[in-house]
């Protein structure tokens, strides 16, 4: 009898100490709040795409392709390898109407080839999971704001970098989410796509980016997209600051 108890006690001591220290070890690292105890990064960058009514499906997967493709550019590696901490972290989401945004690609360490090409089949592989509903850049900007807040990454810089073929048509008005967010120390650049808007350009230059040396390469149609991209990645993880809003695509 006494045995058996003391093969019982064994038992349930060696269970709980399994409980205590190797099931721990076993579970994913949660990240901790934004800004503390995170890693070091030069940027934190959101990237948020247009999913709305406009934007036939062979147009969002020209979106698609043109970041992954971006990121497996050695041009845009050899710009995060300038930085301070030589590696950023991004996160993707795409967007239609105020309160409708799907995160795609969560937070993420770009690093080095493996982490650029890790990064990038994840944006191949993130289904649309939004279609109409309006054009809300000002509920982009508002969640982008968030996801910038909740990062757990310590970046030199934030930015926001906001895709789309339209002008604000729901929500607040695109300038004043703009202005709250550069108030917090935010950058806002755009991409504006020309093809259903002509004048997109000039709307996205007074009412959508902002901040020290923000920027916005207009292009004319999605066929341009992924060079355009490309620039724009480069140019917004490099140190280097655009002096002028406008970097005109051609």
Known sequence: MNRWLLAKSAAALAAALIFVFVLPALAPAQPGPAGRGGRDVDVNLVLAIDASGSV??????????????????????????????????????????????????????????ASAYRLAAMIEASPRRLMGGGTSISGAIDYAVKMLAASPYRGERRVIDISGDGSNNLGRPAEQARDEAVRSGIRINGLPILEVEPDLDEYFRKNVIGGTAAFSIPVKNYDQFAEAILRKLITEISRQETKTPTLAFR
């Open 56 to 113: 036939e499906e062979d147009r969002f997967e020209l979106q698609k392709r043109g970041f992954a493709a971006a990121f497996r550019d050695p041009k845009v590696l050899q710009a995060i390898r300038a930085g301070n901490n030589r590696s950023i972290a991004v996160l993707m989401f795409q967007w239609t109407g105020p309160p409708l945004q799907e995160v795609m690609v969560p937070w993420t360490v770009v690093s080095d080839e």
